[in-house]
């Protein structure tokens, strides 16, 4: 009996060591399979299109923030330049208006002129005639 005890426990070391081979084994499994979810988790997230998309967004924001600003100044610019102008050519067009209509006024008094000039040449010869004819008279009488 006492060689069935030893016996029995020769089978039982060997069971426990093959037991805590075991063990260790499964422990080495545990601690890939917990890498092996976290590697996964971390590709999950990093292929989740809510959370790249954001990442994407604040990404394009930041690069185009600049140049929408100065698309922003630049329209800012144009507008005010529009503006002013505009507000000079208004003032042109008034000042050439008021050229115009100056211009307009000096035709009309100098065609007054050329048509009254007739007849001051006519009253200017009708004058000497009679002054001629008078000093004629005045002479030969």
Request: charged share 30%; proline share 1%.
């Amino acid at each position: 009996m006492r060689e069935t005890i030893d016996l029995l426990a020769e089978v039982v070391a060997a069971m426990s060591q093959r037991l805590g081979q075991q063990d260790e084994k499964l422990e080495h499994l545990r601690q890939i399979m917990a890498e092996t979810r976290k590697a996964t988790l971390s590709t999950r997230d990093q292929t989740d299109p809510k959370l790249f998309g954001r990442f994407i967004g604040n990404e394009v924001n930041l690069a185009l923030d600049p140049v929408l600003d100065h698309f922003a100044d630049a329209t800012v610019s144009l507008r005010k330049n529009l503006d002013e102008t505009t507000t000079r050519l208004q003032q042109l067009e008034t000042a050439e208006q008021n050229a115009l209509e100056r211009l307009r006024n000096e035709l009309a008094k100098a065609e007054s002129w050329r048509r009254q000039r007739r007849w001051v040449w006519t009253a200017a010869l009708v004058a000497g005639a009679v002054l001629g004819s008078g000093v004629g008279l005045l002479t030969g009488a």
